[in-house]
T-cell receptor, first 112, second 115 residues
Framework: QKEVEQDPGPLSVPEGAIVSLNCTYS??????FMWYRQYSRKGPELLMY????GNKEDGRFTAQVDKSSKYISLFIRDSQPSDSATYLC????????????FGSGTRLSIRP | SAVISQKPSRDICQRGTSLTIQCQVD?????MFWYRQQPGQSLTLIAT?????????ESGFVIDKFPISRPNLTFSTLTVSNMSPEDSSIYLC????????????FGQGTRLTVV
């Protein structure tokens, strides 16, 4: 079993829809949770960063962490075609970027 | 955040040859990382490069195959040696932003095809 599981998609939704992206994990020691967005032929860019449980909101993006269920989510409101990308969840038990475990990514397409 | 420039952005190489990938950061950073990203798979850490010391390799990766240099706090290179088609992948440079931070920033990647 992988430490981090992420549905690869692809996920296709119409413009304006609410998108829900999810990851599950098995290591209860994870306490740092991140979402990266990766456009085609580009490197991943850090989108959201959460420490421990709870919600974090940034514009149209909301990250949720449920440590009791070992489940994290990224919600995108009012989705735009420019949101079309691969979204990778990532997490770590340590305060060091050398210990980050990445999901395999979900490919998202927003239809105009 | 750091601005990371990676060269080349892509290359097609003959098997048996070597390719050196360069990573330049616009700020001094302690830790730099090299990742491999294969289609449909998660990012896999190859090694951590610290200035002034040998790189630390992850399980499954060895220095003879992936030699790394880190001559200063803003630059690193990764060489993919004696390439085979299985080495075809995207190679990414990353830096840790801030000390003891899980915030990692990435270059745009090098798309390598070995024929």
């Amino acid at each position: 079993q992988k430490e981090v599981e992420q549905d690869p998609g692809p996920l296709s939704v119409p413009e304006g829809a609410i998108v829900s992206l999810n990851c599950t994990y098995s290591n209860s020691a994870f306490q740092y949770f991140m979402w990266y967005r990766q456009y085609s032929r580009k490197g991943p860019e850090l989108l959201m960063y959460t420490y421990s449980s709870g919600n974090k909101e940034d514009g149209r993006f909301t990250a949720q962490v449920d440590k009791s269920s070992k489940y994290i989510s990224l919600f995108i409101r009012d989705s735009q075609p420019s949101d079309s990308a691969t979204y990778l969840c990532a997490m770590s038990a340590h305060s060091s970027a050398s210990k980050i475990i990445f999901g395999s990514g979900t490919r998202l397409s927003i239809r105009p | 955040s750091a601005v990371i420039s990676q060269k080349p952005s892509r290359d097609i190489c003959q098997r048996g040859t070597s390719l050196t990938i360069q990573c330049q950061v616009d700020s001094q950073v302690t830790m730099m990382f090299w990742y491999r990203q294969q289609p449909g798979q998660s990012l896999t850490l190859i090694a951590t490069a610290n200035q002034g010391s040998e790189a630390t390799y992850e399980s499954g990766f060895v220095i003879d195959k992936f030699p790394i240099s880190r001559p200063n706090l803003t630059f690193s290179t990764l060489t993919v040696s004696n390439m085979s088609p299985e080495d075809s992948s995207i190679y990414l440079c990353s830096v840790e932003w801030g000390h003891l931070s899980t915030e990692a920033f990435f270059g745009q990647g090098t798309r390598l095809t070995v024929v």
